[in-house]
Nanobody
Framework: QVQLVESGGGLVQAGGSLRLSCAAS????????MGWFRQAPGKEREFVAR????????VYAASVKGRFTISRDNAKNTVYLQMNSLEPEDTAVYYC????????????WGQGTQVTVSS
């Protein structure tokens, strides 16, 4: 089992920045993919970014590419989402998720952290 705890959300003005953190416990993540997803009010949860822990390779949603950066810290077993040039449309609950190399989908989820961007 992997436990994930997000932090770093908050209220920020448009154009500002936030960094989200996701601390993992229970397993080392060397064979995992870690992702960030978000869900805005009245909308379905959507993919934001993913990082393959072993190689550091990343994938981004088109809506955040060039503005958001996903990274990981091996020593801290933590994954980050640096969000720059935030827009009101980025307002959502952000979730960290994890999957091993044998999982279908992402079975491990954090509780979510609220990000609100004011115009």
């Amino acid at each position: 089992q992997v436990q994930l705890v997000e932090s770093g959300g908050g209220l920020v003005q448009a154009g500002g920045s936030l960094r989200l953190s996701c601390a993992a416990s229970g397993r080392t993540l060397s064979s995992y993919d870690m992702g960030w997803f978000r869900q805005a009010p009245g909308k379905e949860r959507e993919f934001v970014a993913r990082i393959r822990w072993s190689t550091g390779s990343t994938v981004y949603a088109a809506s955040v590419k060039g503005r958001f950066t996903i990274s990981r810290d091996n020593a801290k077993n933590t994954v980050y989402l640096q969000m720059n040039s935030l827009e009101p449309e980025d307002t959502a609950v952000y979730y960290c998720a994890g999957r091993s190399s044998v999982d279908l989908g992402f079975p491990y989820w954090g509780q979510g952290t609220q990000v609100t961007v004011s115009s």
